[in-house]
């Protein structure tokens, strides 16, 4: 059942439990001068918990934009943080803070920085095949969860995807929900367009989005993880979304040069122009591409391997969830 108390028309959160504290955010934090981010409106910094030397990421976003109150937005980033808490490969929320003109949500540090940067690295740099395969089943762990509660993400991009560490290469922490809405009561949809090249056609159509906008999405970035290339992005955003609106993608054995068939056939259930017909995150996690049976080259002699031809979406040995699960 909906929380509807929760939400606003337009899918927005609207109710949070965390205590927003007035008192200033420099009296219990140091901030470390390294900035790890920045976007549109919101600018992320490293900062030390005075009282305990823990390290956090603050992220600061502006209360007003474009001359205009965006408490609002915020407060739906947060409340969806907060419906996320039990999920490991979400970020973590941990304090939030008001001034005059920011709101300053402090978050677990992904130390590791975006997955972009190991998408396009040099060969040594470079994500494996094994190393995607990993870290997708923790996306979709992710993305699963939020979709069981009803929340949609809609800008999924490897930008937005963290790391806990890069080297050796750590876990996944899913970020930025700024976007986020509350999917059963979307009514418009139009100023909610994600980034160009990870665009689902249903937006450019102004359709209805679904979890299935966020499972395209996720098509694209797994698409851009094994080969570096984005597969729709055109000279610029028309052409892009011409690519999108025509499917038209690039599977060619030189692209996909060492990469396995069953990567490619994972990817062809997402980037599909219906989103009917598209593969759900729990879908996704008994896909062959993901089971260990299905890459016997990689059993090793532990019992960790399944035995029946589809995997768990629970196979993470380091998950450990206390979510109701359906
Ligand atoms: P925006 O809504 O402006 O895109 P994000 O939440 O995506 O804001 O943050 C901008 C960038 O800051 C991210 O792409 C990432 O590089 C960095 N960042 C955000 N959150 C964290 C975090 N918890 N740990 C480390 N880096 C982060
Ligand atoms: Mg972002």
Redesign the pocket.
């Known amino acids: 059942m909906p929380d509807f108390a929760n939400m606003s028309k337009n899918g927005m959160l609207t109710k949070i439990h965390t205590r927003i504290r007035s008192d200033p955010f420099t009296a219990n934090y140091d901030l470390a001068g390294k900035e790890?981010?920045?976007?549109?409106?919101?600018?992320?910094k490293?900062c030390i918990e005075k009282s305990t030397g823990k390290q956090?990421?603050a992220?600061f976003?502006r209360l007003r934009r474009k001359g205009e109150d965006c408490r609002k937005d915020i407060l739906n980033e947060i409340a969806v943080l907060e419906s996320a808490k039990l999920n490991p490969y979400v970020?973590a929320l941990h304090e939030v803070y008001e001034t005059s003109h920011d709101i300053v949500l402090v978050?677990?540090?992904?130390?590791g920085?975006?997955i972009?940067n190991q998408c396009v690295g040099d060969s040594d740099e470079a994500f494996t095949e094994e190393d995607v395969i990993r870290l997708v089943k923790q996306i979709l762990n992710g993305v699963a969860f939020l979709h069981r509660n009803n929340v949609v993400h809609l800008?999924l991009k490897p930008?937005?995807i963290?790391l806990t560490s890069a080297r050796p290469l750590g876990d996944i922490?899913i970020?930025?929900?700024?976007?986020s809405r509350r999917m059963d009561s979307i009514t418009e949809v139009r100023e909610i367009l994600g980034t160009p090249e990870y665009v689902a056609p249903e937006i450019l159509n102004y359709e209805p989005i679904s979890t299935a906008t966020d499972m395209w999405s996720i098509g694209v970035l797994v698409y851009f993880m094994l080969t570096g290339d984005s597969p729709f992005l055109g000279d610029n955003k028309q052409e892009t979304f011409l690519n999108i609106s025509q499917i038209s993608v690039d599977y060619s054995e030189e692209t996909f040069e060492g990469i396995s068939p069953l990567a490619v056939d994972f990817i062809k259930t997402l980037l599909v122009k219906n989103p009917r017909v598209r593969a759900t995150a729990e879908e996704c996690l008994t896909h062959p591409w993901l089971c260990p049976v299905s890459r016997p080259h990689l059993l090793t002699t532990s019992s960790s391997s399944s035995s029946s031809s589809h995997c768990s979406s629970l196979d993470e040995p380091e998950t450990s969830q206390s979510e109701s699960e359906p």
């Open positions: 790890l981010g920045r976007g549109k409106f919101a600018v992320v490293k956090y990421a992220k976003l970020v978050l677990e540090c992904a130390a920085g975006e972009f800008d930008q937005n963290l922490r970020v930025d929900f700024g976007l």
